[in-house]
C-alpha cells in the first residue's frame, strides 16, 4: 500500500499529466507543490509514506462519506419510488384503473429520477381523479342521506354511518350502485311527494265540504304542509303519510255520516217541496244541500260547506217549518191531488176511483178518522197507477182520436155534399174541394184504422186481462157495433140505389104524354093514370127509407119521421150519403156507451148534438 501510494505520489505529475480524470487533474498542481515543499524541507521516505497514507485516508474517508451519501440518496429515490408506485397501485385499484398501462410506471428508464418524477405525475394525475371521484361520491352521499332523513322523518346531517369517499371502492361500478340508488331514492321521494299532494288536496276539498278549518286539521299533522317557505322541504316521512291517510279516513267517515244526515233531512224536505208546490225561490235557497240526493260519482261535486253542521241545522229547521205548515193546507194538498188524479183520468177516458173522491176526503179529514197523510200516500199510489196505465194506453189513444178524426171528416164530407153552393167560383169552394178530395181519402182508411184498433185493444186486454174501458163501455164493443153499423149503412145505400132506379123509371112514365079518349066515350083511350092508392104506397114507402137510412138526415133539428120525412125534395132523396152519422153515433157510443141501442130515428134528429160530441172527444 505504501509503495503504492509512493508510486502515486511519485509518478503524480505524469498521471496528471495523461488525463486521468477530472478530479485528479484539479489536484495535481497541490501535489506538485507538496512534493516540492517536502523536499525543501527535507521530509524523510517514512515521513512521506505517512503523508501519504494520512492523505489516502482521509480522501478514501471522503469519499466513503460520498459513496455513502450517494448510496442514501439511491436508497431514498428506491423509497421514494416504491412509495409512489404503491399510492399508484392503491389509487388505481381504487379508481378501478389497476388493469389499464396508462397508469404504470416505465421500468426501463435507466435514471431514478426519471422514473421518480415520472411516477410523481402519474402520482398527482391519479390524486386528481380521486378527489374529482371522491366529490362525486360525496355529492351523492350527501344527496342519499338528504333524502333518506326526509324519508326517515329526521334532520338532516344526522347520519353516523361511514361516508363512501372514507372508504378505498371509488370505480365507476360503486358510483354507478350509488347513482342507481339515488334514482330509487328520487323516484319514492316523487311518489311520497305525490301522495303528500293528493291527501293535502283531499283534505282541503273534505274541509270545504264539510265547514272544518283546513289549516288547523293540517297542523295537528305537520306544521310544514301548508306553509310556502322553499327553505323548508315538504314533510314526505312515513309518519305524515300515515297521519294524512288517518285524517282522510276520518275526514271521508265524517263525511259519510253527515251525508247521511242531510239526506235524511232532505229527503223529506223534497217531499214537502212537491207536495206543497214550494216556489222556486223558497227552494233555491237549499239547492246546493239537495245535491246530495244525487249519484254517488256526482257527489264529489258538492258545494262548499254544504255537509257543514250549521247547514244540516238549517234544513231540518226548514223541514220542520213546512211539517207545521203543512198540517194547515192537507185539505188543499188532498183536494189538489185528487184533481191531478180527474185530471189524469179524464185525459183517458176513464173513471178515476171513487174511494177518494173530494167530499169523502173532506169529511174523513175533518171527523180525524184518517191520517192526511195516509190519504194523501193512498192518492199518490192512485196517481202512479193513473200514470202508469196512460202510458200503457197511449197508443191506443192516439189510434182513437185518429179514428175520431176520420168519423170528423166524414161528417164533414156528408155536409159537403148537400150544401147547393159547393160548386161556385169562390176560394172557400175551391179550398171546401180540396178538403173533399182528402177527406175522401181518409174515410176509405176508416175500416183499416177500425180493425188495427180493435187488434192493439184486443192485445192490451189480453195482456192486462181486463176491458178497455172508454167513457164506462167497452171499447170493442163499440168498435163492433161500428162495424155493424157501417155495414146497414152500405146495405141501406145499395137499397137506396135500387129505390132511385125505380123513382126514376117512375118518373119517366109520369111525363110520358097521356093518350086521352075521344070526348064521346066514355072510358076508352089509351092514357094510363097511376091509381091513387099505388101513390100513396111509394110515398109511404119513400117516407120509410127517408127514416130509416142511418146516411140520411132530417132537414130540421125538429123534424120526426112520421112528419117531415114526406116533404123532402127528389133531389134530396136521390144524393146518396156517406156514413156521416154512423160518425156522430160513433160520438154518442163513446160518450153515453150505456144505451147501446142502434135507433137510427133517434140518430137522424141528433145529428147536430152528435157532431158537438165528436169535436168534443176529438
Known sequence: MGELAAELLYNMAPLALSGGGAEVGSCAPLLAELRQLWGEIGKSREERERMVHELEAECTRVYRR???????????LHQSLAASEAEIAALTAALGAENSTQFKVNKWTVSLNERVSSATALLEELRAMRAERSKQFSDIRSEIEKISAEIAGRSHGQDTSPRAGDGHDLTIRRLGEYRARLSTLQKEKSDRLHKVLEHVTEVHSLCDVLGEDFIAIVNEVHPGLHEADPGKPTSISDTTLTRLSQVVAMLTSEKAKRAAMLREAVVPLVELWDLMDSPAEERRGFQKAAAVLKPAKEEVLLSSGVLSMASIKKT???????????AGRMKELVLKRRLELENICRSMHVEPDASTVPEKSIALIDSGLVNP??????IDDQIAKAKEEHQSRKDIMEKINKWLLACEEEKWLDDHNVDENRFSTGRTARMNLKRAEKARVIIMKIPAIVDNLMSRTLAWESERKKPFLYDGARLVAVLEEHKQARLRQEEERRRLREQKKLRTLFSEKETMPRLKRPS???????????EPGSMNRKRVDAGRLTCSAPSMRSSSSGSSCGGGGGGRSSAELDRPRSSAAGAGRCGELLQGARRLSFNYVAVAKAGGGMSSSLASLS
Not at 373 to 378: F, G, I, V
Open 66 to 76: 460520498k459513496v455513502d451519501e450517494a448510496t442514501g440518496e439511491r436508497a431514498l
Open 316 to 326: 231540518e229547521e226548514e223541514v220542520e217549518r213546512l211539517t207545521r205548515l203543512k
Open 373 to 378: 197523510s195516509e190519504l194523501m200516500a193512498s
Open 520 to 530: 064521346g066515350s066514355g072510358g076508352g083511350g089509351f092514357s094510363r093514370t097511376p
